[in-house]
């Protein structure tokens, strides 16, 4: 285990944020660790899980202790100091020894300090169950980024602290987008039949969006997202083939969206009436989106009439109608 002889605290007057790269002599004093009279001991376990295994009829979950991996607590130089202007924190490191262990003990002075409790990530492989064949489990090894978030806690003098960490894992990002994902959306424009009956109505040439964020492909800080824009065919349908890097989709996120579209006039039937009625000026508005297949391949879009404002609506309500999607899914404009 390292132990702590002495530490520097490096403090400098700056007239805008910046880092400490480096001081002078006389912008450094030397404090001994005896001058701190409070102190905390830390120490647990580090492991991560190798992933599943089935021996002997049962499943287990292979953990392993991390050895030989570096330990670091940043303790405030604010509450190091008792000095509320202090910038930044001293970094104090020990080390896992072959089975995981590790313990440190640091100075705390008598009104307590905020420390952060930092592991590095690194890159493995995990198993996990794909599927069961021939009565047997089939297992599917990966490579994937193991890593724990830093640990901010409140420590006073005197403290003994017990901190077993496990990693948690995620998928290695994959940018190649070599796969397509296929996806139909189906625009429809909700009309009023005579008799005041509900219905829906395709064009072609409607520009439909599909926002496509990449969760496992970083970008400028953020994961990915790019839009894809294509237009309707005489059925309504538009037809995607969307870059993705497996069909597995639980790593994108997916919406749809088609802009609002403005129309002259609007003509619709009250209930059981024959007469048309005509309303001057308004907008379809995305009323509502859904899946329309068990699948998932097709998404059916909404599109109502909104009135203009200033624009005189009669008696047309359309939260007085049923939008019903079975309505939706049966009419086409062949």
Not at 193 to 209: C, Q
Request: glycine fraction near 6%; aromatic fraction near 14%; include cysteine.
């Amino acid at each position: 285990m390292n132990i702590l002889k002495r530490f520097f605290v490096f403090t400098a007057i700056v007239a805008m944020i910046m880092a400490f790269v480096g001081c002078s002599d006389q912008d450094q004093s030397s404090i001994s660790i005896d001058d701190i009279l409070g102190k905390v001991k830390i120490t647990g376990t580090i492991s991560y899980s190798e992933g599943q295994a089935y021996l002997d009829g049962k499943y287990t979950e292979l953990y392993k202790g991390v050895a030989n991996t570096p330990v670091y607590v940043l303790i405030k130089n604010a509450d190091l100091l008792a000095d509320t202007n202090a910038l930044g924190y001293t970094t104090l490191e020990t080390e896992t020894d072959e089975t995981g262990k590790y313990e440190i003990e640091i100075p705390v002075p008598n009104q307590g300090a905020d420390i952060i409790l930092q592991v590095p990530s690194f890159s493995g492989k995990h198993t996990m169950l794909k599927t069961w064949e021939n009565n047997e489990p089939v297992f599917e090894t990966q490579e994937v980024v193991f890593y724990i978030d830093e640990l901010n806690l409140r420590v006073l003098p005197n403290d003994i602290l017990f901190k077993d960490l496990v990693y948690c894992f995620m998928n290695r990002p994959d940018a190649s987008l070599t796969e397509r994902l296929t996806k139909v959306v189906k625009v429809g424009f909700g009309v009023i039949t005579e008799g005041g009956k509900p219905a829906f109505e395709f064009e072609s040439g409607i520009p439909v969006t599909f926002n496509v964020g990449y969760y496992n492909i970083s970008e400028n800080g953020n994961y990915m997202s790019r839009k894809y824009t294509m237009v309707t065919d005489k059925k309504g349908e538009a037809k995607f083939e969307i870059p993705v890097s497996s069909q597995n989709t639980s790593n994108i996120n997916l919406s749809v969206s088609v802009d609002a579209i403005s129309v002259n006039s609007f003509t619709y039937y009250e209930e059981g009436s024959s007469d048309a009625k005509i309303i001057e000026g308004g907008r379809y508005w995305q009323y509502r989106s859904a899946y329309l297949s068990a699948s998932k391949d097709t998404i059916g879009v909404m599109m109502l009439f909104y009135p203009d404002k200033d624009v005189e609506a009669y008696g047309y309500d359309l939260w007085n109608y049923s939008w019903s999607w079975d309505d939706f899914k049966t009419q086409n404009n062949e």
